[in-house]
């Protein structure tokens, strides 16, 4: 099995400027380090490299996107204002969304490794590819920039890809634990392309990803919320993946499989609620490997979204990878003697409620695709 990889250094040269966590510098607010910042991204290519991953992996170069791919999801304001800002080398493009020198550019680059790694697996390059993308995506709306995210990367790529005619339909799985806002907005509306978040109930945005909301026009019913209660652990994920998505991927049989991968759904992370470890990353990602060969032909990528722990990210993301690749390493996450003492972890009656009432959604999903074909 061949997987790609697509990594540029120049994506972690995008500056978020100084804060404390998420608040920007003040009167009484020391100045220090945005938690978007390159950490645990270059940490996780630098942990694929040392343990001899890399040479496993398929390199994919990546090339920035232009403003015409940006226009078909973005609105001309949009796109101007974050030119603006990265222009004048500092400021917020919208609510949570810091911009800094360059970054205009960097988030072309960004939407381009998404994009790179899409076409490599559509044309058959290889199987499966993961793209460390920075900025992030999955929380941009066309018309506004936000929560660390410029542009779309999945959006923008997506319909490139099809524009192109190398892309049909898709279907897009975002664990990442916020809700994939930006995402959902884009496909709202289109039956080409299914969206499924699995995400902690009302983090941020909040008032975004609730259970009714399940598209409209002729995307109604593509569209798939799960919004999880905090403290989630495993066995609220595995049982999702079992009862929603691997009937709606069944069901929808996409061209291609899409993970909008974040890794704040872990433990340590300091932004998310959620009890995820690098095991359940790994169990997951080799649910959606078999989803795919089962559904499309086994077509299948990933790109990165959330998480902000330095320390425990790449560990999450390299047991991701290891699947894709089906290659195991020496690499043994260092809090494994401890994943076993995490309470929680099993399904819960509370959370089991949420994937009962998700479940009524699949049938709206089966009965409109049934009544398409």
Avoid at 41 to 57: D, E, M, P, T, Y
Wanted: hydrophobic share 40%; charged share 20%.
């Amino acid at each position: 099995m061949a997987t790609g990889y697509v990594f540029h250094e120049q994506l972690m040269w995008h500056d978020t400027g100084p804060s404390a966590d998420m608040m920007p510098p003040g009167r009484f607010v020391e100045p220090g380090r945005h938690l978007e910042s390159p950490g645990s991204k270059r940490r996780l290519n630098n942990l694929i490299q040392v343990s001899g991953l890399a040479r496993h992996l398929v390199p994919i170069l990546a090339e920035p996107v232009t403003v015409e791919d940006l226009l078909r999801v973005h609105t001309q304001r949009h796109v101007d204002d974050i030119r603006v800002l990265s222009e004048r080398g500092s400021g917020f493009a919208g609510p949570q969304a810091p911009i800094g020198l360059n970054s205009f550019d960097i988030a072309l680059l960004s939407v381009g490794t998404t994009y790179a790694a899409m076409r490599a697996v559509l044309t058959g390059r290889v199987d499966n590819a993961y793209a460390l993308a920075r900025p992030p995506g999955h929380h941009a709306e066309p018309d506004q920039a936000m929560g660390n995210c410029l542009f779309s990367n999945i959006g923008v790529a997506v319909r490139r890809l099809q524009h192109e005619g190398l892309l049909g339909r898709a279907a897009i799985v975002d664990w990442d634990v916020h809700h994939g806002n930006g995402t959902e907005t884009v496909f709202y509306s289109d039956p080409s392309v299914l969206t499924i978040s699995l995400h902690q109930d009302n983090l941020y945005p909040t008032g975004r990803g609730a259970l009714a909301d399940n598209g409209k026009g002729e995307g109604e019913g593509y569209n798939i919320n799960i919004p999880l209660p905090a403290g989630s652990g495993t066995g609220a994920y595995e049982a999702t993946f079992d009862r929603i998505v691997a009937p709606a991927l069944r069901a929808y049989k996409p061209d291609l499989v899409i993970v909008a991968s974040g890794f704040d759904a872990s433990g340590f992370d300091p932004l998310g609620r959620m009890m995820l470890n690098s095991e359940c990353f790994r169990r997951l990602a080799a649910r959606m490997v078999a989803l795919a060969a089962e559904t499309s032909k086994g077509r299948l990528m990933m790109t990165h979204e959330g998480g902000y722990s330095e320390g425990y990210v790449p560990f999450c993301g390299h047991a991701v990878i290891e699947t894709l690749a089906n290659h195991r390493t020496e690499v043994i996450d260092p809090l494994s003697d401890h994943i076993d003492e995490w309470a929680g972890q099993d399904l819960q009656p509370h959370q089991a409620a949420v994937i009962d009432a998700a479940e009524g959604l699949l049938a709206d999903l089966r009965q409109r695709l049934a009544s398409a074909a």
